[in-house]
Structures are given as C-alpha cells and as structure tokens.
C-alpha cells in the first residue's frame, strides 16, 4: 500500500467552508433516487484556504448550482471543486444514486425491500455531495417522497401527507449521523418521560413478522435513558426516538441523531429465538447506541483519528450500565476475556496501533478491538487514578465545555486536568503507545514490611520499537495465612518503568492479590505457585482475581500437557470442584470459573513465550481437560444440574441467566459421561433457545446431534436470525480436520448469501475462531477463506476487510502454517481491483 494514499493525524486542517443548513429531498426509487440538496455554506474564520471541495463518490451529478445560478464543477471519482464567493452562499445540487445495487451497504441501500442508510464513517459522500468530515456541525431538514408506508428520518416530523414526509433535526450534527428509513414497516411504540418532565415517543420499527420481538430491546431503551439520567445527569433532548432494525448491516448498530439503526441481530429478541447471550448483547448494544447521544452526537470527534474519543467513552459507559444491571463481578471478567481475545492478540500482531492512530488509508479499518476495548480500558485506568467524584466532576466539566462541538483527545484529558489539578502528561501516552505492556512482579518480606517491586516493559509494535513507561494504576489487596484480608484493595501508581511498594506492620509475610478488578490492561508476570493459586482461588475476596487464580491453575495445567505432554492437573481439578460446591458463589460466576481458557489464549500464551504454537496439540490438550473435569466432577454434574433448573416461563433476569450458563457448562461435560442422553432430554422439553440451542452444540460437540440438527432446520428455517445460528454452529464445533469441509458445503446450502454480512460471518466468523480447524495443516480453511474473500471484496469490502483479520496471528505459526496462510495473503492481495480496504488490512498484516 502505496504511502501515497495515507492520511495523517499530523496533517489535520480545519475546514475551509462551515455548514449552517441542509435541506435534502429525496425522491426514492430503487435504482434510480434522486437527491436534491440545498445547503448554506460560509468561509470558515478559522481557516486559510478558500478551496471549495466537497466529497462525493459513486454519484451521478445531473445539475448544481451557487446562489440560484448553474455551475459546472470539477468533477472526480473522490468528490468536486467549484469555483465560490469568499462570502456565505446557497449551493444546491441534485445527484442520482442506485440504492438496490449499493451491496457495500454503506450510503443509501435497500435491505429486504426497505431503504436505509449508513454514514458512519465516510457514507454520507455516497448520497450527496458534501463536506463529509465530522467537524462540520449542521442542522438537517428532510423530506422524503416515496410511495412506502413510514418514511423516516433524523430529529422531529414537521409534516407529512400521502407518500411524503418532512423532518427536522435541531441538533447540529456531522453528516455520518444523518439516517433515512423507508419501508413498510410495524413500529413497537413506548413512551419515557425524562427528569424534567419531557415526554419523548419511542419506537422500533420492524418488518411485521419481528413485531413480537421488540418488547426486550424496548425495555432495555428505557432502561438506559434513565441510568444516563441517573449516572451522568444526561438527559434525552428530542421529543422522539426511534430504532430500525435491518437485515443487511455491515456492523452492529449505529447512533444515527433520534433515528439509531440496528442489525436485526443485535435488537430482535423472544425467548424461543434468542439465547440468554443474545439478550444481553441486546441490551448492552442498545444501550451503547443511546449513550453515544451525548459521547458522540453532542459532542462529537473532530476527525477520525478521535474516534476512540467516542467509542472508548461509550464502550465504557455500557459496560458500566451492563455492570449496574447484571452484577459488576461478572461483567468484568467477561469483558476482560474479550479484551485478551480480541485486543491482545491485535496488540501481539502486525495490526498493533495506539488507541489513537497517527494515520490510516481506510478508516473503516480502524473500527478495532484496540480503539473500542483498549480505548474503554484508559477511561477506566483514569477513572481509576481520579476518582469517582473527580470523575463525575470532570465528565460533567466536558458536558458543560463541550456541548455542540468536534473535540480531540487534547480536549478530553484538559477537562480532567481542570477538574483534578492532575497533570496527564505521561498518561498521554496510554493514547499514543501501541502494545500491551507486561508487567513483572517479584515481592520480598522483611522485619514486617512487605515489599512490592514491579517492572513493565512494552514489547515493540510495527513503527514503535521503543516505548516509555506508562502510568499504570494497580489495585492491590494482601491475605492473611488463615485467608482473612490483612490490607484491603488501594490503588498503586506506578508511572517508572520499576518501581517498589511497601507496606508496614505485617506479623507475617502476606499473600498478594495484584491487578485486582484488572485495574490495567497489561500482562502479568509473577513467578508464583500452585499453593498459591488454590489460596487465592479460594480466599481471595475480590471477584476478578479469584476467577484469575482458578484461570492461572487450568491455563498452567494445559500448558504443560501441550509442551510436556503432562496429565491434567489434579491440584486444578480438587480446586475446581470445591469452588463449583460452594453455593454461595452466584451461578453466573461458577460458570466462568468452569470454562477453560480457548485455544487461541492458549496459544497467544505460548506466542508470548517464544514457543511456537501447535493448534493440534492445544486442540487435544482441551479436550483431554474436558475429559478429566468430567471425570473428576462426575458426582457432582447431575446434582448441579438439577439444582440448576430454572422454572418457567423463561425470563431474561440476571438470576435465571445465571442458572442456565451454568446448568449449559455443566451439560457440557455431562455429554462426555452419558453418551449425550441428558443433552437429548433438554433439547426435547426446551421452550427456549439458550436450552435449545445448548444442548444442540453438546450434541453436535459430541457427534450425535446429526437428527436434531436437521429437526432444528425444519422448525426454523423461516427466521434468518436463527438459521444464522445453525450455519455458524455446524463449523464452531467441526472436529479440526472437518472445518473446511463443513463451512464449504454450508455455502453451497441455499440459504447461504454472501450479499447478507451475518450469513456471510456466520459461516466464515465461526471457521476463523475454531482454532484446530482453521489451522487445520492441510491449509483448506485457509484456501477456502480466501477464495470467499476474494468473491465478497467486490461485494462487500467493508466486511471483507474485517474478516482479513482472522489471518492477523499467522506470524506465530510453524513455517509450513505460516507458507501457507501467506500465499493466501498473497493471492488476495494479488487480486485485480482489490478495494482499498481489503488491500490496506492485507498489506498490513503481511508487512507488520
Ligand atoms: N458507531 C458505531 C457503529 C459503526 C462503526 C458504524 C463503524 C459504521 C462504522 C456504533 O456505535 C458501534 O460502536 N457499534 C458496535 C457495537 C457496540 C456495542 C460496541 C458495533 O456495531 O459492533
Ligand atoms: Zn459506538
């Protein structure tokens, strides 16, 4: 990728031209809408330039015009230039655009027959043409023509009769919030009414076969506009709110201003159709979408390369709602998991960038776990250092300073320094330092104090071979030998590269509980022992690390069955059995401390630690742990299960939740003993999908499930959402040499379309996280993989380009892997009229 085409943080200019108004009509027809826009501009006082360009791509220009007076401007595949006064003027034009040909699914498209829009991040320049960068603030008025029965758009409806509509959005806005909907759609209507007395209408619109499958995602609206209220003092700010949910999108949902657009996915819920995971990620989903309201719309980025200013915000925010909903303990170490899943192993790879990138070819592309997960882990971090009140105070300084503007990260962290007195200097650099630092800890004990000494050190990235230290605050309780806490949980501020902490007074030596909560998201290191995991498995009082020490016992455990071929450890599995009978431990947190560390930690671990992973032999070691925990818990299994048994009717609620996810592990391993029978019984009385679905995949899982799988088909194979499960459930549990077979025959099902990102992720998506079948050593995942990215490029590049990523790891793998899965790089790359999403993301992961 030719450096020509990147773009710079360092480069940033302020726009030459502001927006005041938009008015937009459009005139809708398939393959053929019209759209007509009148847009006031006037030269920006804060800029040099008086170059009048405005983006626009795939547009056909039938006419503009400057003031009421027809133009012709320079017209180029990126946009055009026009000749303008040095004064305020009215420029209007009318461009023509094909919705039902849009697969990229970005801009105006039509999903199932009814138009919708995505303009986040670059969308918006495929409607009209426009300054289509986010620090241009504008109101919107729309109207819609369209012979379809709800015809919807951003803000306020000011008018409307047969086959028109107007709105009007009062909010400034960036263009990529801008969303239109049209179709013949149900809505599911509520109402809030918010701490000042305003009465806001909410609705999710739906095709008339979901309407029955609104009732939790409205519930869960409602929910999350009275905790922003009650958390942040944020209030909602129009008199109406709606939710689309479609088909066809290319991520999860978007914050489009009073008109959010969902993928069916993450909104639709019953509970015949929807796992209990589904309904969580629903909440969470809708949740985050609502709170951008405020941390995105109100205040927005002003490029980019802010985008962690938004996301990392909310992401945090709604991981904070989850937590105040369903219990902080196990949310952390949920998302703790996805963390090191997602967000380590990019930090590991070639794909490693700072939580704010300093440039980018497409930014699609920067839509990553490390601006998302990292990004909501240094909010966390300064949350942390400042505070709770200090918190509040400075969020609520930004609201106050902010309101209606585009702000940079300089902006934010200037809002807690005014607030705290703090100086953020070095913290800084948590924005602009790729990599995951590790951080190594040794302790001492001397004449009653007990002493910490810490070292980090952050390995190398592509472009940043040498890292300072950062701030690193980490929580730290210490036990007693009979368990008590001798020092509850303080805070660390470790900013040098090593540092010591000592505490006084100690009768004896203490046994630590470090990086409590997982107070930083870096690796750590502690020379330490087995003894001491099953203490602090068994004593520790805070959740994360007590889940950590029984993680550290089995992750130990596998590590060496796959390097020295040990046996499952039996320290482990006593541990573990004496944990899973303590019933005062709530059922949602037994069933984490039940789960095995995936293959892919597995071998991110062993990358780490100069080993070359084998995915066969992780593969096999995890089964053989699941093996032995059967046997060793075979007493216990039916008697947890049992007590496990939730009454119905089927409810969404933390405690039943809880129950099932552990009642689902349990049934896992009690496959391996009963040949399955207790698996089939479930699937038969089932009359939801978590127990439907769960004990289909232990059926499966166990390769006796082939009459219930197809049974499943016939019950579902009118709803796409659930057929997604099934297309994605078949290649998640293929044995490792069948994987590739599988997902090849599943696209040549008929309800396989690749035009369609979750059918399309439901087969690929599953293939790339089967870790012994996607490295399979024959390479046919690999092959198969790239020939479907090579079919959906042109297609669909956003979502090509994300699933590139599946290859991002291929550096850790033996040569004869590494070949391999690098020819295969190679063979997109050399594809004719590669997009430059895809051929940005493959370079990368190449060349990084
Ligand atoms: N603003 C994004 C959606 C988006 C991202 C649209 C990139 C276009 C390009 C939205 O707020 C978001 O972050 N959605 C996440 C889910 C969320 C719960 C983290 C998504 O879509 O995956
Ligand atoms: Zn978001």
Redesign the pocket.
């Known amino acids: 990728m030719p450096d020509s085409q990147k773009i710079y943080l360092k480069d940033y200019t302020p726009p030459a031209y502001l927006v005041d108004t938009v008015h937009l009509t459009f005139k809708l027809s398939p393959k053929s809408t019209r759209v007509i826009s009148k847009i006031r501009f006037r030269p920006n006082p804060d800029s040099d330039s008086r170059e009048f360009f405005l983006h626009g791509e795939h547009l056909t220009l039938i006419r503009a015009a400057i003031d009421g007076q027809e133009c012709d401007p320079a017209v180029t595949d990126k946009g055009l230039t026009a000749q303008v006064p040095d004064a305020p003027f009215t420029w209007e034009a009318e461009v023509e655009i094909n919705p039902q040909d849009n697969t990229a699914l970005e801009g105006l498209y039509v999903s199932n027959g009814m138009y919708c829009t995505?303009c986040?991040?670059e969308g918006f320049r495929r409607i009209t043409y426009y300054p289509d960068r986010p620090d241009v603030m504008a109101t919107f008025t729309v109207r819609i023509e369209g012979d379809l029965p709800v015809l919807l758009s951003n803000g306020n409806p000011t008018a409307s009769g047969d086959g028109w509509a107007e709105w009007h959005d009062p909010w400034p806005k960036p263009s990529y919030l801008f969303a239109l909907v049209a179709g013949d759609l149900r809505n599911h209507p509520d109402t809030f009414t918010t701490k000042s007395g305003r009465k806001v209408d909410l609705n999710i619109w739906v095709r008339p076969d979901d309407i029955d499958k609104c009732a939790f995602g409205m519930e869960a609206l409602k929910k999350s506009m009275k905790w922003d209220e009650d958390v942040y003092g944020r209030e909602y700010d129009l008199d109406l709110f709606n939710i689309v949910a479609v088909d066809d999108f290319n991520?999860?949902?978007?914050?489009n201003k009073g008109l959010n657009i969902f993928n069916s996915s993450c909104v639709l819920a019953s509970p015949e159709t929807a796992t209990d995971a589904n309904f969580e990620r629903i909440e969470?989903?809708i949740a985050?979408?609502y709170f951008?309201n405020w941390t995105g719309n109100r205040i927005t980025c002003r490029d980019w390369f802010q985008l962690c200013l938004k996301?990392g915000l909310?992401?945090f925010r709604?991981q904070s709602f989850t937590g105040d909903m369903r219990g902080h303990g196990v949310k952390r170490i949920n998302d703790v998991l996805q963390l090191r899943g997602r967000q380590f192993s990019e930090d590991q790879g070639p794909l490693a960038h700072p939580v704010r990138p300093d440039s980018f070819v497409e930014i699609?592309n920067f839509?990553t776990a490390t601006i998302?997960e990292k990004g909501a882990e240094v909010v966390g971090m300064l949350k942390r250092l400042v505070g709770d009140d200090a918190y509040g105070q400075a969020l609520d300084l930004y609201f106050e300073r902010h309101d209606g503007q585009a702000v940079t990260i300089e902006d934010w962290l200037k809002v807690f320094e005014d607030a705290t007195g703090r100086d953020l200097i070095q913290f800084k650099r948590w924005y602009s330092q790729a990599g995951t630092p590790v951080l190594t800890v040794t302790d001492d004990y001397s004449d009653g104090t007990y002493t910490l000494n810490f070292k980090q050190e952050t390995p190398p990235t592509p472009g940043q071979d040498v890292k300072q230290p950062q701030v690193l605050p980490i929580a730290v309780g210490l036990l007693g030998a009979n368990g008590d806490e001798v020092q509850k949980t303080v805070v660390l501020e470790m900013t040098k590269a090593e540092q010591s902490f000592s505490f006084d007074g100690l009768p004896a030596k203490p046994v630590p509980s470090i990086l409590r909560g997982f107070s930083a998201p870096v690796v750590l290191h502690r020379d330490t022992d087995n003894t001491e995991r099953a203490f602090l498995l068994a004593h520790d009082t805070d959740a994360f690390n007590k889940w950590e020490a029984g993680r550290d016992l089995a992750k130990d455990s596998l590590l060496r069955m796959v390097t020295d071929g040990a046996a499952p450890d039996t320290g482990y599995l006593k541990a573990l059995a004496h944990v899973l009978r303590d019933n005062t431990l709530d059922p949602a947190y037994r069933a984490l401390l039940m789960r095995t560390p995936s293959q892919d930690d597995i071998a991110q671990t062993l990358y780490e630690s100069g080993h070359t992973p084998d995915p066969l032999r992780i593969y096999r070691a995890a089964e053989t742990m699941a093996q032995a925990k059967a046997q060793e818990l075979q007493d216990l299994l039916p008697r947890l299960y049992a007590e496990m048994h939730t009454p119905a009717p089927y409810s969404p609620n933390p405690e039943p939740v809880g129950k099932r996810a552990l009642q689902g592990a349990v049934l896992s391993l009690l496959t391996r003993l009963d040949g399955g029978d207790q698996a089939r019984a479930q699937y038969g009385a089932a009359d939801n999908m978590t127990q439907q679905f769960g004990a289909l995949a232990c059926l499966l899982d166990a390769e006796t499930g082939a009459k219930e799988l197809a049974v499943f088909y016939d019950q579902w194979a009118h709803d796409r959402l659930v057929i997604d499960k099934w297309f994605g459930l078949q290649v998640a549990v293929a044995a490792p040499e069948k994987a590739a077979g599988i997902a090849d025959s599943l696209t040549k099902h008929a309800d396989f379309d690749m035009k369609n990102p979750n059918r399309f992720r439901a087969v690929f998506g599953a293939l790339s996280i089967n870790a012994a079948g996607f490295h399979d050593a024959s390479g046919a995942s690999y092959r198969l993989l790239a020939d479907w990215l090579i079919k959906l490029d042109p297609v669909n590049p956003q979502t090509t380009a994300r699933m590139t990523t599946a290859f991002q790891s291929w550096r850790r793998y033996d040569e004869g892997r590494q070949a391999l899965m690098r020819a295969e790089l190679e063979r997109i790359l050399a594809t004719e009229n590669l997009s430059s999403d895809t051929s940005e993301m493959v370079s990368r992961i190449l060349n990084g």
């Open positions: 995505q986040e991040a991520m999860g949902a978007m914050e969470a989903i985050h979408e951008h996301e909310t992401v709604d699609n839509y998302y």
